[in-house]
T-cell receptor
Framework: AQSVTQPDIHITVSEGASLELRCNYSYGATPYLFWYVQSPGQGLQLLLKYFSGDTLVQGIKGFEAEFKRSQSSFNLRKPSVHWSDAAEYFCAVGAPGTASKLTFGTGTRLQVTL | DTGVSQDPRHKITKRGQNVTFRCDPISEHNRLYWYRQTLGQGPEFLTYFQNEAQLEKSRLLSDRFSAERPKGSFSTLEIQRTEQGDSAMYLC????????????FGEGSWLTVV
């Protein structure tokens, strides 16, 4: 069975600082990988996705993520955080070639200080 | 593209009552998913449809829950005899069956059972 671990429950960074959110997955092959962001009381917005090919993927709002097969990781990064980035971030994994129901991690809450 | 829409956004109900949520997917998407999210957790898969066929149901979907998608367009999720443990956000999502699966979520429907 597939699973996702987001080891950091809560992260605080200063505005303008760089950000890295960790995601590790468990899956027998290379899965489809996603990062979503959720503001309080809202649904999930897709930030970026990895299906195959280039292991560094670019997303919206200046985010990027790197797939590392050897580490079973898909960490999310942003070089300079803005106060509006404060939200909950979820990593998710899906099985390729199927309807790809997603399995989510428990999320990382990002707080941005001014 | 109007995105995935859900109604109602918030519902407060008394224990034992029935509730129904509606989801309208992105118009060209033939797959529709329901997820449940409780506070502090990531979304958990409940069920999904391809067109009007319900192809998979999670063990989380007890017999008090029923989902339908009668014409392959909108879907409803009904919870009968609600319990306090049903309090959660119910998220609807949709995707196309063409190519790699990117799942887009709606804003969610909050259920509070008192």
């Amino acid at each position: 069975a597939q699973s996702v671990t987001q080891p950091d429950i809560h992260i605080t960074v200063s505005e303008g600082a760089s950000l890295e959110l960790r995601c590790n997955y468990s899956y027998g092959a290379t899965p489809y990988l996603f990062w979503y962001v959720q503001s309080p009381g809202q649904g999930l917005q897709l930030l970026l996705k990895y299906f195959s090919g280039d292991t560094l993927v670019q997303g919206i709002k200046g985010f990027e993520a790197e797939f590392k097969r050897s580490q079973s990781s898909f960490n999310l990064r942003k070089p300079s955080v803005h106060w509006s980035d404060a939200a909950e971030y979820f990593c998710a994994v899906g099985a390729p070639g199927t309807a790809s129901k997603l399995t989510f991690g428990t999320g990382t809450r990002l707080q941005v200080t001014l | 593209d109007t995105g995935v829409s859900q109604d109602p956004r918030h519902k407060i109900t008394k224990r034992g009552q029935n509730v129904t949520f509606r989801c309208d997917p992105i118009s060209e998407h033939n797959r529709l998913y329901w997820y449940r999210q409780t506070l502090g957790q990531g979304p958990e898969f409940l069920t999904y449809f391809q067109n009007e066929a319900q192809l998979e149901k999670s063990r989380l979907l007890s017999d008090r829950f029923s989902a339908e998608r009668p014409k392959g367009s909108f879907s409803t999720l009904e919870i009968q005899r609600t319990e306090q443990g049903d309090s959660a956000m119910y998220l609807c999502a949709s995707s196309s069956s063409q190519g790699p699966n990117t799942i887009y979520f709606g804003e969610g429907s909050w259920l509070t059972v008192v």
